[in-house]
């Protein structure tokens, strides 16, 4: 058996994005822990169980080093990465199937995927570093019409560039992680790296998220988990689904994240806001569902749904642990008119984000986890981060969903080279999604990763930055 042959039949449950003249695959490893670890099965909590069956896709890119071979690198992270999965031992189990609809992880020490892999480009080909189906190339894809038991938790990539750089590209399954626990993640095998010792140990027990409380009086909604809104004369989203998406990254300076941010407050009405002036994510998330709706052209009848994660880590009571490590962001939505949204100031918008985000209290989280627990099937809940996809709660035209990483450890990760030249989420999933990440010179700037219809993206684009 060849090396190509060996390598196919090694990684069939991948599916290959590597062009032949960008990305050539040159060697895969199954990372496991260099220690025992406990085995067996893992609970999953009902808000785990929520999130899209799919991998959460990040790209660091690390600038060009006359001392570092990719040998080098290769070895220190593979190295590193299997003391780091000693620690963070869920990540090298697999998923399985129980009743009910529902998962719970097999730790069984299979291990990361971990791929090396040459690239004819060079850093400066990436350009603003736009998720595309460029950068998409240096993350490994999952064929997930796979069984569920054989997909790694954990995908890894390195990628060397003709110039002498490279990329570290990571696929984290969204089930076990939401980005505050990766970006814990990522920091701590960072710092085994460097051949520190770790520093914060996750909190893996998940039970901690049994909340069960028969005497609660429920406060959910559950109109944040009904299907979006449709398009006014369609019995479906089949056609929207298949319209052909484009991604651009937006950037925003201080000064105009500031502007927004004062316009939102120019007629916030205190009563109903609790006195807080609107914040920079809530203005700005304001203006792109103001701006989507604009360049959409809906009828002003036209129901529009906006969905946004909440970290309820704190909001708790008591908090959950600081290292807990588990998805702990409740997706909260709230609906209003197109033309409401349009017609009205910016407050409008930023008003309604503001109640649903307020509205995520310790009762509330209770009793949301009581109304999932009591679900027959939660697999009708999930979302698909797969462009194209026929699977799954599309959150399209006439909506958007907006996800704040303005907060998340994004950046800073050092292997022992220096530190990320740039970080970007490795792809943007369907139409009307957005990433607010912060600026990556920590000037108080915003960059957005953002996916609309082709036909809508000129008219948003002008939206977007004369409307400020």
């Given at each position: 058996?060849?090396v190509?042959?060996a390598?196919?039949?090694?990684n069939?449950?991948?599916?290959?994005?590597?062009?032949?003249?960008?990305?050539?695959?040159?060697?895969?490893?199954?990372?496991?822990?260099?220690?025992?670890?406990?085995t067996?099965l893992?609970?999953?909590?009902?808000?785990?169980?929520?999130?899209a069956?799919?991998?959460a896709?990040?790209?660091?890119?690390?600038?060009p080093s006359?001392e570092?071979?990719?040998n080098?690198?290769?070895?220190?992270?593979?190295d590193?990465l299997?003391?780091a999965?000693?620690?963070f031992?869920?990540?090298?189990?697999?998923?399985?199937?129980?009743?009910?609809?529902?998962?719970?992880?097999?730790?069984?020490s299979?291990?990361?995927q971990?791929?090396?892999?040459?690239?004819?480009?060079?850093?400066d080909?990436?350009?603003?570093?736009?998720?595309?189906?460029?950068?998409r190339?240096?993350?490994?894809?999952?064929?997930?019409?796979?069984?569920?038991?054989?997909?790694?938790?954990?995908?890894?990539q390195?990628?060397?560039?003709?110039?002498?750089?490279?990329?570290?590209?990571?696929?984290?399954s969204?089930?076990?992680?939401?980005?505050?626990?990766?970006?814990?993640?990522?920091?701590?095998w960072?710092?085994?790296?460097?051949?520190?010792k770790?520093?914060?140990?996750?909190?893996?027990?998940?039970?901690?998220?049994q909340?069960?409380?028969?005497?609660?009086?429920?406060?959910f909604d559950?109109?944040?988990?009904?299907p979006?809104?449709?398009?006014?004369?369609?019995?479906n989203?089949?056609?929207?689904?298949?319209?052909?998406t484009?991604?651009?990254?937006?950037?925003?300076?201080?000064?105009?994240?500031?502007?927004?941010?004062?316009?939102?407050?120019?007629?916030?009405?205190?009563?109903?806001?609790?006195?807080?002036?609107?914040?920079?994510?809530?203005?700005?998330?304001?203006?792109?569902?103001k701006?989507?709706?604009?360049?959409?052209?809906?009828e002003?009848?036209?129901?529009?749904?906006?969905?946004?994660?909440?970290?309820?880590?704190?909001?708790?009571?008591?908090?959950?642990?600081?290292?807990?490590f588990?998805?702990?962001?409740?997706p909260?939505?709230?609906?209003?008119?197109?033309g409401?949204i349009?017609?009205?100031?910016?407050?409008?918008?930023?008003?309604?984000?503001?109640?649903?985000?307020e509205?995520?209290?310790?009762?509330?989280?209770?009793?949301?986890?009581?109304?999932?627990?009591?679900?027959?099937?939660?697999?009708?809940?999930?979302?698909?981060?797969?462009?194209?996809?026929?699977?799954?709660?599309?959150q399209?035209?006439?909506?958007?969903s907006?996800?704040?990483?303005?907060?998340?450890?994004?950046?800073?990760?050092d292997?022992?080279?220096?530190?990320?030249?740039?970080m970007?989420?490795?792809?943007?999933?369907?139409?009307?999604?957005?990433?607010?990440?912060?600026?990556?010179?920590?000037d108080?700037?915003?960059?957005?990763?953002?996916r609309?219809?082709?036909?809508?993206?000129?008219?948003?684009?002008?939206?977007?930055?004369?409307?400020?």
């Open positions: 058996m060849n190509t042959q390598l196919n039949n090694q069939s449950l991948l599916l290959s994005f590597f062009s032949p003249t960008m990305v050539t695959l040159k060697a895969s490893y199954m990372v496991k822990p260099t220690k025992e670890t406990p067996g893992m609970y999953l909590s009902e808000f785990d169980q929520l999130v069956i799919t991998h896709p990040t790209v660091y890119f690390y600038q006359g570092l071979t990719l080098s690198v290769i070895h220190t992270l593979k590193s299997s003391k999965l000693i620690i031992y869920p990540l090298a189990g697999r998923l399985q199937w129980i009743a009910r609809g529902r998962l719970q992880i097999n730790c069984n299979m291990g990361a971990f791929f090396e892999a040459e690239s004819e480009a060079k850093i080909d990436f350009g603003d570093f736009c998720p595309s189906s460029k950068i190339a240096l993350i490994p894809s999952v064929d997930y019409d796979r069984p569920i038991h054989e997909l790694p938790l954990l995908l890894v390195v990628t060397k560039f003709s110039c002498g750089g490279f990329s570290l590209g990571l696929g984290i969204h089930i076990l992680a939401d980005g505050e626990c990766a970006g814990h993640f990522i920091s701590e960072a710092r085994i790296a460097r051949g520190k770790p520093e914060n140990f996750p909190f893996l027990d998940r039970t901690i998220l909340l069960e409380d028969p005497l609660l009086k429920t406060s559950i109109s944040d988990f009904n979006p809104p449709l398009l006014i004369g369609h019995s989203n089949t056609e929207e689904r298949n319209k052909k484009v991604v651009v990254m937006l950037k925003l300076s201080k000064e105009q994240i500031n502007k927004l941010k004062n316009k939102a407050n120019e007629y916030r009405n205190s009563e109903t806001s609790t006195n807080r002036a609107f914040t920079r994510y809530e203005s700005v998330t304001a203006h792109l569902w701006c989507a709706c604009k360049a959409r052209q809906h002003s009848k036209q129901l529009t749904k906006i969905r946004i994660p909440v970290n309820f880590r704190s909001r708790l009571q008591p908090p959950l642990p600081k290292w807990y588990g998805c702990a962001a409740l909260v939505a709230t609906t209003t008119t197109s409401d349009v017609s009205k100031p910016l407050s409008y918008a930023a008003e309604k984000l503001r109640e649903v985000i509205n995520v209290t310790d009762e509330y989280i209770r009793s949301c986890f009581v109304f999932l627990k009591n679900e027959p099937d939660l697999s009708k809940f999930r979302y698909f981060h797969i462009v194209g996809s026929s699977q799954g709660v599309f399209g035209n006439p909506n958007i907006v996800t704040d990483w303005t907060r998340l450890p994004l950046y800073g990760a292997f022992g080279w220096g530190k990320e030249i740039y970007v989420p490795g792809a943007i999933g369907f139409d009307g999604k957005a990433f607010i990440l912060p600026g990556r010179d920590e108080s700037s915003f960059l957005i990763p953002w609309l219809q082709e036909t809508h993206m000129d008219a948003f684009k002008k939206f977007f930055y004369d409307d400020i």
